[in-house]
């Protein structure tokens, strides 16, 4: 390796050109910020002997510009960053100098934690609204474009919710020193590296993994069960890689089975998300880090190794693999002496493992139901949580019940079938504590609308939004059903019911039996003028029975007459004692032919009798 391969740094600080440097450090990472750190001499600067804060301290906040050139003279590599911190050091007496440190612009995505919804909104679509406000210059191709349903930032940077979504659907997402890319380039620019003059220390490893998982995923929409074991996709990966694969399935032979974090709708979605998955494992299996000095090493490019071997009297060039290359460290001495340390997995991997993301929990919480209806006749409504605003809210969330279900007989709402009003406070939970999986548990008074049970919590009630209720008061251990009508039914817990309708009462039924130990009483009274006419009317198509056990049947009409009419024949008769028709003033028996026979006797008796 040539110790005269010295590599150029052209540095700007926000434009400033910084001619002198003692040490230049730039980490750069897939999924990640990018940091550096500075080292400036006070005497470099012909500032020697000054403590000058208030010089220094204008640089915070300012862009950097760090660029490499190769010792051909050629840009090799160009950052763009940001300074976020100044040191002034001074030891010993001596003349000290300045640090600055700082990251990749991408750390205004960083600043601080935020919560918002997306609603039906696809994967490009909702990462340029939210990179595209954040100051950074961006560029997105996505190249597995698809709707993520309801989907929410939960408690999280800009940043670290772009990167969840990158490593939950298998895009590329880093800086390339200049562009926040998300999604894999159609290009991607191959270094050459000779082992020996661009490389003077590389450690190749393969190791085995867990791939014999499967996921699945459920669908409460059409009620179904999503499952697979999809494999990856390994058409590209090198010889090193497939054998990996092969071995980490031989090893790892047991399956385990879990709950995919990805919601989809489809068992094709299911399948895809699984192929990403573990293409993002197998994808690692084989790795390099290496030690040069070729400037070109650039985060996202492929690297191609050769060795020069030598067999007899020729050098004979071999194939030590090509990488992609996930991170990388540039470090520039004061002379100017380069370094770099970088790590690489299989070129052809089109997945990158992606290992820091912080997964969302999310907790229960109210909400606001802001419509209830549902246009397929679920029973679901959407919520509007507190964080969210404007016209954001859920997308149609169950509801939580005591029971519920089907039966031979009930093909739907078995059980317990009560919708949320719009405008009612609810409590939201969240299966797997997953934000975008929201159900609600339950409904909530608040301080405005609630009144409690009453005295001794006597009172439980169940009341809709028209006003029907049923109170249940254990003070008097009765039952009070009502509707806004005035129809009212109360039990009142002494042994009485008492039933009332302010218009009218109609029963319909086959048989109507009505039994009672003691007495039945039937009225009719107007209660007010125009309220009534006070009559009893029973009627029957065949028969009308009136029968008393032990004593008689009495028909009276207080003020005005009793009048029997029959179609055909009306008899009057008793059949063991006598039968009187009594008028106080007249009885009059009229037909056109009137017969009177006795099978004894026949007695007229008057005090003038008087026969025509």
Not at 189 to 196: A, K, S
Not at 223 to 242: N, Q, R, V, Y
Not at 452 to 476: A, P, Q, Y
């Amino acid at each position: 390796m040539s110790t005269a391969n010295k590599v150029r740094a052209e540095i700007f600080v926000d434009g400033e050109k910084i001619s002198h440097f003692t040490y230049l450090k730039l980490v750069q990472s897939f999924n990640n910020h990018h940091d550096f750190e500075l080292h400036l001499s006070l005497f470099d600067l012909g500032l020697a002997g000054a403590f000058d804060v208030y010089q220094s301290r204008n640089w915070i906040g300012k862009d950097i510009t760090i660029e490499l050139f190769s010792v051909m003279g050629q840009s090799a590599n160009k950052f763009k960053g940001l300074v976020t911190k100044i040191s002034v050091i001074k030891t010993h007496g001596q003349s000290g100098g300045y640090v600055l440190s700082g990251y990749s612009p991408t750390i205004k995505l960083d600043g601080g934690a935020l919560m918002r919804s997306f609603n039906q909104l696809d994967i490009e679509s909702i990462t340029s609204k939210v990179l595209k406000t954040g100051g950074v210059d961006v560029k997105i191709n996505v190249n597995r474009n698809t709707s993520l349903g309801y989907f929410t930032q939960y408690k999280e940077s800009n940043f670290d919710f772009i990167n969840r979504i990158s490593a939950l659907y298998g895009e590329w997402f880093y800086y390339n020193g200049e562009q926040l890319c998300f999604g894999m380039p159609d290009k991607i620019e191959e270094t050459q590296l000779v082992y020996g003059r661009d490389i003077e220390q590389m450690d190749f490893s393969i190791r085995v993994a867990h791939l014999n998982f499967s996921n699945y995923s459920y669908n409460s929409e059409n009620d179904e069960i999503f499952s697979g074991t999809a494999k990856p996709d390994t058409g590209s990966l090198s010889e090193h890689s497939l054998f990996a694969i092969q071995q980490s399935q031989e090893t790892f032979s047991g399956e385990n089975n879990t709950p995919l974090r990805n919601r989809i709708t489809s068992q094709k979605e299911l399948d895809d998300i699984i192929k990403v998955k573990k293409a993002a494992v197998s994808n690692d299996l084989i790795g390099i880090n290496a030690v040069g000095d070729n400037p070109a090493v650039a985060l996202g490019s492929i690297v191609k190794i050769t060795n020069s071997q030598r067999e007899e009297l020729d050098f004979v060039e071999q194939d030590e693999g090509s990488y992609l290359v996930l991170s990388v460290t540039h470090e520039i001495q004061s002379n100017n002496e380069y370094k770099n340390h970088f790590y690489g997995i299989d070129a052809g991997a089109d997945i990158i493992p992606v290992y820091n993301i912080k997964t969302p929990i999310a907790e229960s919480q109210i909400a606001k139901v802001v419509d209830n209806n549902d246009p397929k006749g679920m029973g679901r409504v959407k919520v509007q949580m507190l964080w969210q605003t404007g016209i954001d809210k859920t997308e149609w969330i169950r509801v939580l019940t005591p029971d519920a279900g089907s039966s031979d007989k009930v093909s739907k709402n078995r059980g317990f079938a009560f919708v949320p009003e719009t405008g009612d406070q609810v409590l939201i939970g969240f299966r797997y504590n997953d934000p975008n999986r929201p159900f609600v548990m339950g409904s909530m008074y608040h301080g405005k609308i609630g009144a409690g049970g009453g005295e001794t919590n006597k009172t439980k009630s169940l009341t809709t939004r028209s006003g029907c209720s049923v109170i249940l008061d254990d003070s008097k251990g009765s039952a009070t059903v009502k509707d806004p009508s005035g129809n009212i039914l109360v039990m009142h817990g002494d042994g009485t019911i008492t039933l009332t309708a302010p218009n009218s009462f109609t029963i319909n039924t086959k048989d109507f039996v009505v039994n009672a130990s003691n007495s039945i009483a039937v009225n009719a009274q107007p209660s007010e003028e125009g309220g009534g006419e006070g009559t009893i009317a029973i009627s029957a198509k065949k028969t009308i029975a009136a029968t008393a056990d032990t004593e008689g049947i009495t028909l009276d009409a207080t003020e005005m007459g009793v009048a029997i009419k029959g179609k055909t024949d009306v008899s009057v008769e008793s059949t063991t004692a006598s039968a009187s028709v009594n008028g106080s003033t007249e009885a009059i028996i009229n037909g056109a032919h009137v017969k009177m026979s006795g099978t004894a006797t026949i007695r007229i008796n008057s005090k003038d009798t008087d026969i025509t």
